[in-house]
C-alpha cells in the first residue's frame, strides 16, 4: 500500500546563526495492504514530521513515497488533491483539529460536502458515521466544548472515515485523553480498520501501546530507523541496543537531545550505546536483515543481544 524510499526532512531555523535539523534522515520502509505499521521513539525524534510527510502536509526536502503504485511525492497540487480522499490524518488533539465554531455533525459532513453529495444524504451519513463511532443522536448537534475528549475524538474518527479511505495516519490518536478513555478509542481505531479494510500507520511514543495495534513496528531514534520487526519480535528479541534501553524503560536516562543538528558520520545511537566500538564512532550502520523481516541499524547486534541476556 506504501512504500517509502530515503526519505528526508531538513528544516533551517534561526536567523543569524542558522540551524540545519534533519528531522528525518534517510527513512525507509513498506506497509502492506491491511497492515498496521507502528513507529515508535522518543518526543522529537521525527515521528510526526514523518507522518505529515507521507501525506505531503509538510513538503519531504528529499526521497521518494509511493502509495498504491502511484509515487505521490512527486505530483503536483491537482493530482495530490484527488489522490488525497484515501489517505486521512488523525491527530493527537481532537481540539485541535475540530472546529470550534462548528457542530460536530457540520465537522463530520465536511469532507461530504466537499465530494458534492446531497444535503439529505448527508445528513443520513453523517447520522450513520456517529451511530458506527459509538456517538449518540444529540452529541452531533454538540460544539466540541460541549463534548468529552474521548467524544471529541469519536466525531474526529467519524470524519476520518467519511469518505472510506484507503489509509490512515494516526499520530499519538489517544496522547491526549484520560487514560480510562485511551483504550476505548484504541479499540474503535482497531474495529473500523477491520470493517474498513484499511491500512494504518500508527505513530506512538509508547511501546507498550503499539503490542495492542501493531503488526510490525518501526523503532526511531533521532530521525533514522534502527530497528523494524514484526510486533513479537520486538519484545521477545529486540536486537538493537536503544530498542533494549526502550524496553526496560531507561530512555529517560539519557539527556534529551532532541535532533542532530548537521549531520556528522557515525552512528546516531553512539554516545549512550553500551555496545559501542570505535567503527560505530565514524561509521553510520545500514539496516541489516539479520532475520526474517527483522531490519537493524547496528555494527554490533550480536554484542547488544548478549548485554540484554547478561
Ligand atoms: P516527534 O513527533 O517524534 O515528537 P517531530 O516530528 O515533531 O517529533 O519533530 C522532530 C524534530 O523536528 C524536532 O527536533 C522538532 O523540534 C523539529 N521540528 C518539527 N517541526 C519543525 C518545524 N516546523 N520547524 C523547525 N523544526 C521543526
Ligand atoms: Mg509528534
Do not use: W
Given at each position: 500500500?506504501?512504500?517509502?524510499?530515503?526519505?528526508?526532512?531538513?528544516?533551517?531555523?534561526?536567523?543569524?546563526?542558522?540551524?540545519?535539523?534533519?528531522?528525518?534522515?534517510?527513512?525507509?520502509?513498506?506497509?502492506?495492504?491491511?497492515?498496521?505499521?507502528?513507529?515508535?521513539?522518543?518526543?522529537?525524534?521525527?515521528?510526526?514530521?514523518?507522518?505529515?510527510c507521507i501525506?505531503?502536509?509538510?513538503?519531504?526536502?528529499?526521497?521518494?513515497?509511493?502509495?498504491?503504485?502511484?509515487?505521490?511525492?512527486?505530483?503536483?497540487?491537482?493530482?495530490?488533491?484527488?489522490?488525497?480522499?484515501?489517505?486521512?490524518?488523525?491527530?493527537?488533539?481532537?481540539?485541535?483539529?475540530?472546529?470550534?465554531?462548528?457542530t460536530i455533525?457540520?465537522?463530520?459532513?465536511?469532507?461530504?460536502?466537499?465530494?458534492?453529495?446531497?444535503?439529505?444524504?448527508?445528513?443520513?451519513?453523517?447520522?450513520?458515521?456517529?451511530?458506527?463511532?459509538?456517538?449518540?443522536?444529540?452529541?452531533?448537534?454538540?460544539?466540541?466544548?460541549?463534548?468529552?475528549?474521548?467524544?471529541?475524538?469519536?466525531?474526529?474518527?467519524?470524519?476520518?472515515?467519511?469518505?472510506?479511505?484507503?489509509?490512515?495516519?494516526?499520530?499519538?490518536?489517544?496522547?491526549?485523553?484520560?487514560?480510562?478513555?485511551?483504550?476505548?478509542?484504541?479499540?474503535?481505531?482497531?474495529?473500523?480498520?477491520?470493517?474498513?479494510?484499511?491500512t494504518m500507520?500508527?505513530?506512538?511514543?509508547?511501546?507498550?501501546?503499539?503490542?495492542?495495534?501493531?503488526?510490525?513496528?518501526?523503532?526511531?531514534?533521532?530521525?533514522?530507523?534502527?530497528?523494524?520487526?514484526?510486533?513479537?519480535?520486538?519484545?521477545?528479541?529486540?536486537?538493537?541496543?536503544?530498542?533494549?534501553?526502550?524496553?526496560?524503560?531507561?530512555?529517560?536516562?539519557?539527556?534529551?537531545?532532541?535532533?542532530?543538528?548537521?549531520?556528522?558520520?557515525?552512528?546516531?545511537?553512539?554516545?549512550?550505546?553500551?555496545?559501542?566500538?570505535?567503527?560505530?564512532?565514524?561509521?553510520?550502520?545500514?539496516?541489516?536483515?539479520?532475520?526474517?523481516?527483522?531490519?537493524?541499524?547496528?555494527?554490533?547486534?550480536?554484542?547488544?543481544?548478549?548485554?540484554?541476556?547478561?
Amino acid at each position: 500500500m506504501l512504500e517509502v524510499c530515503d526519505l528526508k526532512k531538513t528544516y533551517v531555523t534561526g536567523t543569524f546563526h542558522k540551524h540545519r535539523i534533519n528531522a528525518i534522515d534517510g527513512v525507509s520502509f513498506y506497509i502492506r495492504k491491511g497492515e498496521t505499521f507502528g513507529i515508535v521513539g522518543e518526543s522529537g525524534c521525527g515521528k510526526s514530521t514523518l507522518g505529515r510527510c507521507i501525506l505531503r502536509l509538510t513538503e519531504p526536502t528529499e526521497g521518494r513515497i509511493i502509495f498504491d503504485g502511484t509515487e505521490i511525492s512527486k505530483l503536483g497540487r491537482e493530482s495530490m488533491r484527488k489522490i488525497r480522499p484515501r489517505m486521512q490524518m488523525i491527530f493527537q488533539d481532537p481540539d485541535s483539529s475540530l472546529n470550534p465554531r462548528k457542530t460536530i455533525g457540520k465537522s463530520i459532513a465536511e469532507p461530504l460536502g466537499i465530494k458534492g453529495f446531497q444535503r439529505k444524504l448527508i445528513e443520513r451519513k453523517v447520522a450513520e458515521l456517529a451511530r458506527h463511532v459509538g456517538l449518540l443522536p444529540e452529541h452531533v448537534d454538540r460544539y466540541p466544548h460541549q463534548l468529552s475528549g474521548g467524544q471529541n475524538q469519536r466525531a474526529v474518527l467519524a470524519r476520518a472515515i467519511a469518505l472510506a479511505p484507503d489509509f490512515i495516519v494516526a499520530d499519538e490518536p489517544t496522547a491526549s485523553l484520560d487514560v480510562s478513555v485511551q483504550a476505548q478509542i484504541l479499540n474503535l481505531l482497531k474495529q473500523l480498520k477491520k470493517e474498513y479494510g484499511l491500512t494504518m500507520l500508527f505513530i506512538s511514543h509508547d511501546l507498550e501501546l503499539m503490542k495492542h495495534m501493531c503488526d510490525r513496528i518501526a523503532v526511531m531514534y533521532m530521525g533514522k530507523i534502527i530497528e523494524t520487526a514484526y510486533t513479537r519480535d520486538i519484545f521477545e528479541s529486540p536486537m538493537h541496543p536503544f530498542t533494549c534501553l526502550l524496553l526496560e524503560g531507561h530512555e529517560n536516562d539519557m539527556e534529551q537531545e532532541n535532533c542532530i543538528i548537521d549531520m556528522k558520520e557515525g552512528c546516531c545511537f553512539y554516545k549512550y550505546c553500551p555496545a559501542r566500538s570505535e567503527k560505530c564512532s565514524y561509521k553510520t550502520p545500514k539496516p541489516q536483515e539479520i532475520c526474517s523481516g527483522h531490519f537493524v541499524a547496528c555494527h554490533n547486534v550480536m554484542s547488544s543481544i548478549n548485554i540484554r541476556t547478561n
